[in-house]
Nanobody, 117 residues
Framework: QVQVVESGGGLVQPGGSLRLSCAVSRSISSMYVMGWYRQAPGKQRELVATITRWSTTNYADSVKGRFTISRDNAQNTVYLQMNSLKPEDTAVYYC???????????WGQGTQVTVSS
């Protein structure tokens, strides 16, 4: 079993920044892919960003140029730097750790991000 714990959410004004952290109980260098997803009230969970074992990154169009996903293998932690935040970024953000291609992976409990003036 892999434990995934997100942190770093909070309330921020439009245009502000936050950095989310995802701590994993197993070495993330062995994970096939790590991802950040988000779910706003009344909407389906959606992909925000992913980073593969080979550090290839992928972003949703809505966050390209504003968000950056990165990893610290020594700390078994994945980060999501979020800049120029907009009210539409308000959601619960979830981290997903996928050890093997094709598996659903392991999810954390989520961290709330609220962008509001």
């Amino acid at each position: 079993q892999v434990q995934v714990v997100e942190s770093g959410g909070g309330l921020v004004q439009p245009g502000g920044s936050l950095r989310l952290s995802c701590a994993v109980s197993r070495s993330i260098s062995s994970m096939y892919v790590m991802g950040w997803y988000r779910q706003a009230p009344g909407k389906q969970r959606e992909l925000v960003a992913t980073i593969t074992r080979w550090s290839t990154t992928n972003y949703a169009d809505s966050v390209k140029g504003r968000f950056t996903i990165s990893r610290d293998n020594a700390q078994n932690t994945v980060y999501l730097q979020m800049n120029s935040l907009k009210p539409e970024d308000t959601a619960v953000y979830y981290c997903n750790a996928v050890p093997v291609s094709g598996s659903q992976g392991f999810w954390g409990q989520g961290t709330q991000v609220t962008v509001s003036s």
